[in-house]
């Protein structure tokens, strides 16, 4: 996961899966990238949890945060409410596996292999059976690619917005 340590980002339901799922399958870890306001309350969590063996809190990272999801077989984010998340997006041009929750505008779904689901107490087990099924990838597609499937190639966005100011210009006229 990585984030601000918000309320918004709601790490806490993320502890909650892990801890579940090291019920059945104890080769987990969670990478928890980011810091903030909530994080003494997240380390009090993964102690009372008794997860502390399969948690890392990684802290602010500004410049190669493409190493840690390239040290990830799985992206979740169970945030209560997004805009439009830049860390799902990087995640999945990375070639990650996302399961993101069915609260974050679903314009961040860029791959079908992105799953959304519901982030209540009684979908924990369905988020532990998704995480199980994911297998960690050998290899991983190429960002550049999955970048420009989405549409998210800068040159032909720019190639678009020219089109537009052509168009405009030639309507002045």
Request: with cysteine; hydrophobic share 40%; aromatic share 8%.
């Amino acid at each position: 996961m990585c984030g601000r340590f918000d309320t918004q980002k709601n790490q806490e339901y993320g502890l909650r899966v892990i801890a579940e799922l090291i019920t059945t399958a104890n080769n987990v870890k969670l990478i928890l990238v980011g810091d903030g306001w909530l994080r003494n309350k997240l380390m009090d969590l993964v102690n009372e949890l008794d997860i502390s063996d399969h948690v890392i809190f990684a802290g602010q990272v500004d410049n190669n945060i493409e190493e840690y999801y390239s040290a990830m077989d799985v992206y979740i984010m169970p945030s209560l409410f997004e805009g439009f998340p830049v860390a799902a997006i990087e995640a999945q041009c990375n070639g990650l596996k996302c399961i993101l929750s069915d609260q974050i505008t679903k314009e961040a779904r860029i791959l079908d292999e992105t799953m959304l689901l519901p982030i209540d107490a009684e979908s924990i087990p369905t988020w532990c059976d998704e995480i199980k099924k994911q297998k960690p990838l050998s290899t991983r597609t190429e960002a550049k690619e999955i970048v420009k499937a989405a549409g998210y190639d800068i040159k032909t966005e720019a190639e678009k917005l020219k089109n537009k100011y052509m168009k405009l210009y030639k309507t002045e006229m």
